[in-house]
């Protein structure tokens, strides 16, 4: 019996990390003596990776409030040693991620030897193109938690409480082992267009200019926005890594379909011409609409009780996501199908009407 399981729910539950830790530990060393060792060495492998913020992590879990609202105004990301977050970039942004990554890891080593570099990421592009989860990705890969605050949610309508929830997140994240991330950090300049008052609101983004600037020389910020038009000349200036992320093109498109669906059997993915041809459809879309539309697929496979995802079903998502219910109509659907090499057989079954008025459909078009 292994007690130790329900030492470390308990103390999950109560957010006391070194007991989770110290409980591990054990039931480690249990099934090490019971002959288990192969789920001992998975354990004390993913408690050894997080062993630099164990220590530190409850200090994380304080999280700093609105003081009007009370609400947190930071959310903190654990990474977890199996977190396997599936992300698709072009090769030039994937390196530059990867030497971002390569300086946070070799960061104590650099300070050692008196190099000092700082590290911080400005990440702008389209929505749903992948910024958020980059910052997530880049917090699994290092091991350090991710501190979220999402400025959209900070911009209070009292601008005056703004620059202090703004400081109390530096604060809160400065000499810690984590990452802090500035997600929606355009709202702040956003703010210009509403009722505030102009020099409150420069004050407020010079003292955001402050905290970074003091805050980034021995920590790590990564920012995010899908505005970059709106920020100052002042702030770019203070991000020594830049990336903006763009729209993904055809041979990206296709490992993402192969991402989103690799947990099910597909007739398209070992299929080039539906591949391709789903790759062509799926241009001009985010990743986030791809995933949206691929789930959405998926879960009508399931519905239906059928076991492989057919091309078909990925087409009627995406012409439904293209076109909003008012234009949409079976005949377009039918004919939509048609021309992107849907045998008639198919959509009769799929549409649940007879062959013949599939062909009426089609004739009527034409
Ligand atoms: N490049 C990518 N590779 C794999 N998945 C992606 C990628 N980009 C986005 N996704 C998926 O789309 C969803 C939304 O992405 P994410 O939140 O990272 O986008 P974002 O750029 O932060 O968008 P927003 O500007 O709306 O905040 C995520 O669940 C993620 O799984
Ligand atoms: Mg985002």
């Given at each position: 019996m292994y007690t130790e399981i329900l030492r470390i729910v308990e103390s999950g539950l109560l957010k006391?990390?070194?007991?989770?830790?110290?409980y591990a530990k054990l039931l480690a060393d249990k099934l090490d003596k019971d002959?288990?060792?192969?789920m001992s060495k998975m354990i004390l492998k993913v408690i050894d990776s997080k062993k630099a913020t164990t220590v530190t992590m409850d200090e994380l879990l304080t999280t700093p409030v609105d003081q009007e609202s009370r609400l947190s105004i930071v959310d903190v990301n654990i990474p977890y040693a199996n977190d396997d977050i599936p992300i698709v970039l072009p090769k030039l942004i994937d390196n530059k991620i990867a030497d971002f990554i390569n300086v946070v890891k070799h960061q104590s080593q650099l300070a050692q030897k008196?190099?000092?570099?700082?590290?911080?990421?400005?990440?702008?592009?389209?929505?749903g193109c992948g910024k958020t989860?980059?910052?997530?990705?880049?917090?699994?890969?290092?091991?350090?938690?991710?501190?979220?605050?999402?400025f959209d949610a900070i911009v209070s309508s009292l601008?005056?409480?703004?620059?202090?929830?703004?400081?109390?997140?530096?604060?809160?994240?400065?000499?810690?082992?984590?990452?802090?991330?500035?997600?929606?950090?355009?709202?702040?300049?956003?703010?210009?267009?509403?009722?505030?008052?102009?020099?409150?609101?420069?004050?407020?983004?010079?003292?955001?200019?402050?905290?970074?600037?003091?805050?980034?020389?021995?920590?790590?910020?990564?920012?995010?926005?899908?505005?970059?038009?709106?920020?100052?000349?002042?702030?770019?200036?203070?991000f020594n890594t830049v990336i903006g992320i763009g729209l993904p093109r055809e041979d990206e498109i296709v490992k993402l379909i192969k991402?989103?669906?690799?947990?099910?059997?597909?007739?398209?993915?070992?299929?080039?011409?539906?591949?391709?041809?789903?790759?062509?459809?799926?241009?001009?879309?985010?990743?986030?609409?791809?995933?949206?539309?691929?789930?959405?697929?998926?879960?009508?496979?399931?519905?239906?009780?059928?076991?492989?995802?057919?091309?078909?079903?990925?087409?009627?998502?995406?012409?439904?996501?293209?076109n909003h219910s008012i234009n949409l109509t079976i005949e377009k659907l039918v004919e939509y199908l048609n021309e992107n090499g849907v045998a008639q057989s198919v959509i009769a079954e799929r549409m649940n009407v007879s062959l013949r008025q599939i062909r009426n459909y089609l004739n009527k078009q034409s």
């Open positions: 006391d990390t070194k007991k989770v830790y110290n002959g288990n060792d192969r008196g190099v000092e570099m700082p590290n911080s990421l400005l990440l702008y592009g389209n929505p989860t980059i910052a997530k990705y880049i917090s699994e890969q290092t091991g350090l938690p991710l501190v979220i605050a999402r601008l005056g409480n703004t620059a202090k929830n703004i400081r109390k997140i530096f604060d809160f994240a400065d000499n810690k082992p984590c990452i802090l991330f500035l997600d929606e950090f355009d709202a702040i300049a956003k703010a210009r267009d509403d009722q505030y008052e102009l020099g409150e609101l420069k004050r407020v983004i010079n003292s955001l200019l402050q905290n970074i600037d003091s805050f980034a020389k021995q920590n790590i910020l990564i920012a995010a926005t899908n505005h970059p038009e709106l920020l100052d000349k002042a702030i770019w200036r203070r991402t989103f669906t690799n947990d099910f059997d597909t007739d398209f993915n070992t299929d080039d011409k539906k591949l391709d041809k789903l790759a062509k459809l799926f241009v001009e879309k985010s990743p986030s609409d791809i995933k949206t539309i691929i789930n959405n697929a998926k879960a009508r496979t399931i519905i239906n009780d059928r076991n492989t995802l057919q091309y078909e079903d990925v087409l009627i998502e995406l012409f439904e996501f293209n």
